[in-house]
């Protein structure tokens, strides 16, 4: 082999490196039994639509299991099939947290926060919608982090994790590498907070477009 063709094999492994690395990016999706609905279907909707962009494709949508279960019904009835569950070996880029209306059994489980945090510890992004904060809470994620939950759970936020920097009454809150909500319909806000600061603002925008979300900008004249 001479030293050209040795050197186009060192670019095409190279650039193959690149690629299989990019195809890698995984924003996964938290899920359990109860989880409110809209926290997991509006960046399910969001990024989903995203990855089919040329300038998005190299992230894929991963929905994971609290459970060993893979079958997971919401509190509103939909049945969802997970992908992969947190007893799997796995690499995320973003985690994201939905809710539910008891969040005890969750927050005291304590291989699911082993999980959330081992996620925190190597993944770009952090994010929970809703209640899921007092999970990234009782993982350590939130510590010294400005952060929301449900309108009208900020103390409890604040009471139980007191090293957060609680915000009252604001829909979406960025932090360092953290992005809460308050959850339900403002999961799209949120949802589209992060793919900004995954790829752009003009891309974020070009989504809103896609799917009308920017449409509610629009007042409703019935």
Known sequence: MNTITK?????VLSISASFASAASSKIGILVFD???TSDVTAPIEVFGAAT??????????VVISATKKKIVVSEEGLTVIADKTIYDDLELDVLLVPS????????????LISFIKKQGASASWMASNCSGAFLLGEAGILDGKK????????KDLAKSYPKINV???????????VITSNGGPVSYQAAFALLTKLSSEE????????????RLDRAFKP
């Not at 050197?7 to 670019?11: A, F, G, H, P, S």
């Not at 040329?54 to 949508?61: A, I, L």
């Not at 915000?167 to 590498?177: C, L, R, T």
């Open 34 to 36: 109860g989880f409110l």
């Open 167 to 177: 915000q009252y009454d604001q829909n979406v809150v960025i932090g360092k590498k």
């Open 147 to 154: 952060a929301t939950t449900w309108a009208g759970g900020e």
């Open 7 to 11: 050197l186009v094999c060192l670019i």
């Open 52 to 61: 089919k962009k040329s300038w998005f494709s190299s992230y894929e949508v």
């Open 100 to 111: 539910a209306y008891d969040m005890d059994d969750f927050i005291g489980d304590k291989k």
């Open 203 to 214: 891309f974020s925008k070009e989504i809103s477009e896609s799917i009308q979300f920017n």
